[in-house]
């Protein structure tokens, strides 16, 4: 089983400030890796596919990245309705895995 | 309008059984590999099953296998997942989530608004 860890659990930041969010996957994913936010009480919400490709309707202030086995989502400049939690999730191989979780909340 | 709706959650008794459906609309059902993703209250999420396409293949959690049992309807757009001898720990919020692909790709592009299974301890 692939383990997902995302750093850190809880992000304090400020409106209008970057937020940089980390996943790190046990094994090589060849880029096979999904963003979702999650905000209290709703569904997850696909933000980032293959690592680093925005999903439809995405703005382009969320952006991600990867380095190995490490990879990051990045927000450029935080909006209030960015306040969520934000799991990686791995789907190069069975079982699919979710990260913890980071929560970004206002500073 | 793009959506899933599931249905069938509730209290179930240590060892009972129950069925949770999603039906799915505005898109061709039939075209897409699903899934089931759960959330236990106040925790993060965790794959529990999938199937593709054409319901030729299902893949599942080593914590469900043999106990939960994924189907799908194309001709009805709906997907299911029979759960048996439940456990505490499967309660949760149960999600069907939709893939963008028919057989590969298992990241989830639609979700539904989920559906709460409680287990009594």
């Known amino acids: 089983e692939i383990v997902m860890t995302q750093s850190p659990a809880t992000l304090s930041v400020s409106p209008g400030e970057r937020a940089t969010l980390s996943c790190r996957a046990s094994?090589?994913?060849?880029?096979?890796l999904a963003w979702y936010q999650q905000k209290p009480g709703q569904a997850p919400r696909l933000l980032i596919y293959?690592?680093?490709t925005r999903a439809t309707g995405i703005p382009a202030r969320f952006s991600g990245s990867e380095s190995g086995t490490e990879f990051t989502l990045t927000i450029s400049s935080l909006q209030s309705e960015d306040f969520a939690v934000y799991y990686c999730?791995?789907?190069?191989?069975?079982?699919?895995?979710f990260g913890g979780g980071t929560e970004v909340e206002i500073k | 309008e793009v959506q899933l709706l599931e249905s069938g959650g509730g209290v179930v008794q240590p060892g009972g059984s129950l069925r949770l459906s999603c039906a799915a609309s505005?898109?061709?059902?039939?075209?897409?590999?699903m899934n089931w993703v759960r959330q236990t209250p106040g925790k993060g999420l965790e794959w529990v099953s999938s199937?593709?396409?054409?319901?030729?293949?299902?893949y599942y959690a080593d914590s469900v296998k043999g106990r939960f049992t994924i189907s799908r309807d194309n001709s009805g757009s709906t997907l299911y997942v029979q759960m048996n001898n439940l456990r505490a720990e499967d309660t949760a919020v149960y999600y069907c989530?939709?893939?963008?692909?028919?057989?590969?790709?298992?990241?989830?592009?639609?979700w539904g608004q989920g559906t709460l299974v409680t287990v009594p301890s």
């Open positions: 293959g690592a680093s």
């Open positions: 989530a939709k893939s963008p692909g028919s057989s590969s790709h298992y990241y989830f592009d639609l």
């Open positions: 505005g898109f061709t059902f039939s075209s897409y590999a």
């Open positions: 199937v593709r396409a054409g319901g030729d293949a299902t």
């Open positions: 999730q791995q789907y190069y191989n069975w079982p699919l895995t």
């Open positions: 094994h090589s994913l060849n880029s096979y």
